[in-house]
């Protein structure tokens, strides 16, 4: 093992499901104890056996867990590497917790639905004030292209993720990019079991269209009545789809 990184102490025999939460802990506790970064190597398994004072099945099966959580990531014939540390965990779970209710109540739709005009709407003057010029040009343009794309029959989800992203891109946050991307996610694997009607979806598509001239034309107001606006149509097909439940 290098001598430049950080052991921690064993671990003391417990049950098998308590002992591989540990160790994903300890494992966790090295990274952090090692300011080790995304992309950065971790030991080789013999190593990190040895660093946290682990059997080599529980370290494996430790990694698997980290793996499917994006913490590591293991490349085959490389190592294994601190992970991207993504939400894609968050978005499985919520995803399939929502596909779930889907048939019932569509429930954890419309939470992540109020969660998503929540965080644009409390987020709408610190929009405004470090969108520029260009941000304003780009977000007409990937609204314009949603409209005619939805005026042609044609789907416009990538250019719906783009479009929001690029809302929050200049504030300059990563974790809000990662929340944005995370819930756009499931929002876009749950609602289609909304069986919303075309004219439905041709109504959102321009309905980006104001938020975009909000945004250019520095009125909060209008940026929180517009976000309000585009959300409305997925919040009709909810509760419709309760009252035919």
Known sequence: MTTDQT??????????????????AR?????????LKPGDPLPTETELCEAIGASRSSVREAVKTLAALDIVEVRHGHGTFVGSLSLAALVESLAFRGLLSGEDDHRVLGQVVEVRQTLEQGLSS????????????????LAQ?????ADRGEDFLEVDRQFHLKLMEP?????????????WQVQAIVAPTLRPEPPAHILTARLHVAIAEAIAQGDESD???AIAD????????IAQAHRRG
């Open 7 to 24: 052991p921690l102490t064993p671990i003391v025999p417990v049950a098998f499901g308590q002992r591989r939460q540990e160790v994903v």
């Open 27 to 35: 494992i966790k506790d090295y990274i952090v104890a090692n300011s």
């Open 126 to 141: 610190q929009i405004i004030n470090n969108t520029t010029r260009a941000d304003h040009a780009r977000l007409l343009d």
């Open 145 to 149: 292209e949603m409209v005619e794309r």
């Open 171 to 183: 504030l300059g946050s990563d974790l809000l990019l990662q929340l944005t991307e995370a819930f």
């Open 223 to 225: 940026l929180r009545t």
């Open 230 to 237: 585009h959300y409305a149509p997925v919040r009709s097909a």
